[in-house]
């Protein structure tokens, strides 16, 4: 075993997390308080009026973490046990980013209902849901059916998250390009749950030629899919209806973005794309295509890596997400937030500090939290789905596409 693989394993003993008072327990009568006799008058305040659970248990600042271990990282199905790992980990970066109280749920089922069930179950103890690491096209589903049926924000991290952060990256990219985002043609390889996320979250922000690619080359009308996400993929985008392989529909195109596998694209590929080209090669751990082979033919090149510049990373994106929607008691996370939340991530960067290989903050700017807080508060009281507090000052709106 390498001394980096007994540091890491060392860091994992025991698990990453653990729960602690707020008010320790010093004498008899503290525990009267916390606990019997004194906290029936809490349970019967709550039980009177069930909103006051934001004020007066873990409910105002805590988030599940849930995950069925069917889609984790690049390991994919291992199960709930294995999975519970990256569980911990996300909710540690919860806490330490955002001060939300995070805990990591993995279930021992992998039936759509069964986990809708779960999940509405347990949603009174908590103040929103984030779901993470859940195959597609099951996540969808399971997604959907969780913001209908309850009352807090739930969001798909690798859907959504992914989305968020791609935005901010493409958003500054253009300006250091000096292209926009209505003019370029996108070519997206990789249409599963992350992919179709990023590919609306564009087409949301005024991309107007978007084109999706999957195994069976670009998705386009006329076809009958057996996946209906695709037929609904392709009424969406591909607005020429290019059909053929990646290499033949990204001729001319201005920005790739890859959310698939490794040693997708070549640098013959990135070669035929128009000038400037941009490129988003964040399969994980081995790109699309190796970052060092991309260099020299591209502008702006970012990847889902930490060792190489412009790393999309959703560490950016969930910790401001859930401050922001927990602080206003938002009863869900809607389009017009996650978009808010995009352009509040690009603000990070000054003009003064933008460059081709400086297009996303660093996971550690102290301004990416309170920035996309703020915007996500914003847009959830201009949306009509904050409950609590007020609307923030004009002068927290985000920078305007």
Not at 79 to 87: L, Q, R, S, T
Not at 262 to 277: F, R, T
């Amino acid at each position: 075993m390498s001394s980096l693989t007994e540091e890491i394993r060392q860091l994992h003993e025991g698990g990453k997390m653990e729960t602690q008072p707020k008010q320790p327990i010093a004498s008899m009568e503290e525990l009267s308080k916390i606990y019997t006799p004194g906290v029936a008058e809490i349970c019967m305040e709550i039980a009177n009026d069930p909103a006051k659970a934001y004020q007066l248990t873990i409910k105002k600042n805590t988030v599940a973490v849930v995950s069925d271990g069917t889609a984790v990282l690049g390991l994919g199905d291992i199960g709930p046990e294995a999975a519970m790992p990256v569980m911990e980990g996300k909710a540690v970066l919860f806490k330490q980013f955002a001060g939300v109280d995070a805990f990591p749920i993995c279930l021992n089922t992998k039936d759509p209902d069964e986990i809708v069930q779960i999940v509405k179950m347990i949603a009174p103890a908590f103040g929103g849901i984030n779901l993470e690491d859940i195959s597609s096209p099951r996540c969808f589903e399971i997604e959907r059916r969780l913001k209908e049926e309850l009352d807090i924000p739930v969001f798909h991290d690798d859907q959504h998250g992914t989305a968020v952060v791609v935005l901010a990256g493409l958003v500054n990219a253009l300006k250091v390009c000096g292209k926009k985002m209505e003019d370029v043609k996108v070519v997206f390889a990789g249409i599963g749950a992350a992919g179709m996320a990023c590919s609306r979250m564009l087409l949301k922000a005024g991309v107007r030629n978007l084109i999706g690619v999957d195994r069976q080359g670009a998705i386009h009308r006329g076809v009958e899919y057996s996946n209906p996400h695709w037929t609904e993929y392709a009424n969406m985008t591909n607005p020429h209806n290019l059909s053929g392989s990646l290499s033949e529909v990204i001729v001319g195109a201005d920005v790739f973005i890859g959310v698939s596998g490794p040693d997708l694209l070549s640098v013959e590929d990135i070669q035929s794309m128009a000038v400037d080209p941009i490129v988003f090669a964040m399969a994980n751990p081995k790109p699309e295509i190796d970052p060092a082979l991309a260099a020299p033919y591209v502008r702006v090149l970012a990847t889902g890596r930490s060792d190489y510049p412009n790393q999309i990373n959703n560490v950016l994106c969930f910790p401001g997400i859930f401050r922001g929607a927990l602080d206003c008691h938002a009863t869900t996370i809607n389009e017009e937030m996650k978009l808010a939340a995009g352009l509040a991530i690009a603000d990070a960067i000054s003009p003064e500090e933008l460059s081709e290989t400086y297009i996303i903050p660093n996971v550690f700017n102290p301004q990416v939290v309170s920035k996309v807080r703020d915007a996500v508060v914003r847009a959830a009281w201009e949306t009509g789905v904050a409950k609590a507090g007020k609307a923030p000052a004009a002068a927290l709106h985000p920078q305007k596409l």
